[in-house]
């Protein structure tokens, strides 16, 4: 079945403890992007990756990180969460650059406190 | 830049009346793609539909609508004899090719349907 999976789907943790998010599609995409979901400011980018080791900014990228070492994972990285962090994550992919649907991921609560 | 406007922020409805949720958007590009978005209550993002900005024609699946009008700038999706399984949160977005190379989607703040008995 082709999809996009994230893990964990639901994560406590504290100011300052580092965390990553998995993010893994099986789909053979190109593109893949991180989004974050906030009340009453609809999805937001992250940052995003054109291809193995080729990635940049989105519209949020402070305290975030990622990286791209295989074409199927792209892993969220928080290297010290704060609070403001606190949202909920969706991993995105698509096969090509504009028009194509992307596919998301089953989404990440994440609370940090 | 880019944008999307889902004024609608929520929206109640008795079941099986009809439903509109609206969405303008703002773009400069000649083409583009806008899509639709489910967000039901246990969280994920279900696809609904892509449309391109050439074919202007509506489009019909089962009791969901849309109706794209590029004069207005408007993707508005409708859903008719709706059903308490509709209730969700429905966002209306807009794809953007990045001059870095790679894409984004821009949403919309989204539209919470409640559809009561």
């Known amino acids: 079945e082709a999809q996009v999976t994230q893990n964990p789907r639901y994560l406590i943790t504290v100011t300052g403890k580092k965390l990553t998010v998995t993010c893994s599609q099986n789909?053979?995409?190109?593109?893949m992007s991180w989004y974050r979901q906030d009340p009453g400011l609809g999805l937001r980018q992250i940052y995003y990756?054109?291809?193995?080791?080729?990635?940049d900014k989105g519209d949020v990228p402070e305290g975030y990180k990622v990286s791209r070492k295989e074409k199927r994972n792209f892993p969220l990285i928080l290297e010290s969460p704060s609070p403001n962090q606190t949202s909920l994550y969706f991993c995105?992919?698509?096969?090509?650059?504009?028009?194509?649907?992307?596919?998301f991921g089953p989404g990440t609560r994440l609370l940090v406190l | 830049a880019q944008k999307v406007t889902q004024a609608q922020t929520e929206i109640s409805v008795v079941e099986k009346e009809d439903v509109t949720l609206d969405c303008v958007y703002e773009?400069?590009?000649?083409?583009?793609?806008l899509f639709w978005y489910k967000q039901p209550p246990s969280g994920e993002l279900v696809f609904l539909i892509r449309?391109?900005?050439?074919?202007?024609q509506n489009e019909i699946s089962g009791r969901y609508s849309w109706n794209f009008q590029k004069s207005t700038s408007s993707f508005n999706f409708t859903i008719t004899a709706s059903q308490v399984v509709d209730s969700a949160v429905y966002f209306c977005?807009?794809?953007?090719?990045?001059?870095?190379?790679?894409?984004?989607?821009?949403f919309g703040t989204g539209t919470q349907l409640k559809v009561e008995l």
């Open positions: 977005a807009l794809s953007e090719a990045l001059t870095g190379g790679g894409n984004k989607l821009t």
């Open positions: 990756s054109m291809n193995v080791e080729v990635t």
């Open positions: 789909m053979n995409h190109e593109y």
């Open positions: 773009t400069r590009d000649t083409t583009y793609y």
């Open positions: 449309r391109n900005s050439f074919d202007e």
């Open positions: 995105a992919s698509s096969l090509r650059r504009f028009g194509e649907t992307q596919y």
